[in-house]
């Protein structure tokens, strides 16, 4: 690290007057929703079958609340499924893939792990388009006739495909698309997706443990008319008999949800509702990021680790500190956690060492705001340290 000043000195001895009034910054679980809490949820399921009445209705009520608020076309299947966005993804993967070549997009921890399946456990000898944390891979290199499996948000490198163009309308492949960071966030081209997984304990702040699966007619007619060379778990099967097994799309869960997660999430959902749906959910966004942003401008030892601002994600921003290692980064996440002033803002343990910020929907514009001086306070004191 550089020399400590008497400027950094100065900053380091004195903390800031304010604090965020939510102080949570996690990239996952993230932020509870404004006005949250415990009280708040419907309990009348709890202690009953998720198979009963009640519990199939209120299951229903989450896909079709889901349904309303991203605008998806009732073509398209919702559903809940097991382990959340990792499971949604493999779901997906071990049941179509193989049928033709396939793609994949990697550029942070995430897209890199769904080629390990692909190439380690699937066996399928994909190609493989990389690009460095902070980059986006050359998207023109993604053909028309293979699958695609690529995160739409890379979460650990704050980097993001800057729309759907790129995916051809007379497309022969399938599109795989983890968007658990992007949904709720940033607008998704229905028309060009046939398979989007994501979890709702990103940008709803929801509890963690179930994923979501959105299937496009093309995806359903993959899994009615392809049977993959691997053995498939039962938690994977979404068909019998070679049709689509309807009831995973209407509330009828392959194994035992946790109807309290699942209450939740329908709390994140009425929110949403309440405040204008999508569009004020990706205004909320997008003014966090531009706030960050301006913080980042305003200081020399700050930078973004996506260069890029077309391609730079508005949820999970991911920042660079000037000089620091890994060891620099735990003590400045350290300091303000024991202010609490902001938790969990360390970068992923995979990605360059770096601050990561989420300002997803359930964030405070405020709280960011008063978070610039706090991130003085932790550099300084670091550097002090």
Not at 199 to 227: C, D, F, N
Not at 311 to 326: K, M, Y
Request: with cysteine; proline share 6%.
């Amino acid at each position: 690290m550089t020399d400590l000043t008497a400027a950094d000195a100065t900053l380091a001895s004195a903390k800031p007057a304010a604090k965020p009034a939510r102080p949570h910054f996690s990239s996952g679980p993230c932020a509870k929703p404004p006005g949250w809490s415990p009280e708040k949820l419907d309990t009348r399921v709890m202690g009953r079958s998720h198979r009963s009445k009640l519990g199939k209705t209120r299951l229903q009520h989450a896909i079709d609340l889901t349904r309303e608020i991203l605008q998806v076309p009732d073509t398209h299947r919702i559903g809940i499924v097991p382990a959340s966005d990792t499971g949604a993804v493999e779901m997906a993967m071990w049941s179509m893939l193989g049928a033709r070549p396939v793609t994949l997009l990697a550029w942070e921890s995430f897209g890199e792990g769904w080629v390990t399946d692909a190439v380690k456990q699937l066996k399928i000898d994909p190609k493989v388009i990389k690009a460095p944390y902070g980059e986006l891979p050359d998207l023109t290199q993604v053909r028309s006739d293979h699958d695609v499996v690529f995160t739409w948000n890379g979460t650990t490198s704050g980097v993001r495909v800057p729309n759907g163009d790129w995916i051809s309308d007379t497309r022969e492949g399938l599109t795989f698309a983890d968007a658990t960071s992007a949904v709720f966030a940033m607008d998704m081209p229905w028309d060009k997706l046939d398979v989007t997984t994501f979890s709702w304990q990103k940008v709803m702040g929801g509890e963690g443990g179930h994923g979501v699966l959105i299937l496009s007619p093309r995806a359903v007619e993959r899994l009615e008319s392809y049977t993959p060379a691997w053995p498939l778990p039962k938690i994977f099967r979404m068909t019998k008999g070679g049709k689509l097994i309807e009831g995973i799309f209407k509330g009828e869960t392959i194994n035992t949800p946790s109807m309290l997660a699942v209450e939740d999430y329908i709390f994140a959902l009425e929110w949403a509702q309440g405040i204008g749906g999508l569009n004020a959910l990706i205004g909320r966004s997008t003014a966090n990021a531009t706030a960050l942003g301006r913080i980042v401008d305003e200081r020399d030892w700050l930078g973004h680790l996506a260069t890029d601002p077309a391609t730079r994600s508005n949820t999970s921003v991911c920042l660079t500190v000037e000089g620091a290692d890994e060891a620099f980064i735990k003590k400045m996440a350290s300091l303000l956690e024991g202010e609490h002033a902001a938790y969990d803002v360390a970068g992923y343990r995979d990605a360059p060492p770096g601050l990561r910020i989420w300002c997803g929907a359930t964030v405070d514009t405020a709280d960011i705001d008063a978070l610039g001086p706090w991130l003085d306070w932790a550099y300084a004191t670091a550097k002090a340290g």
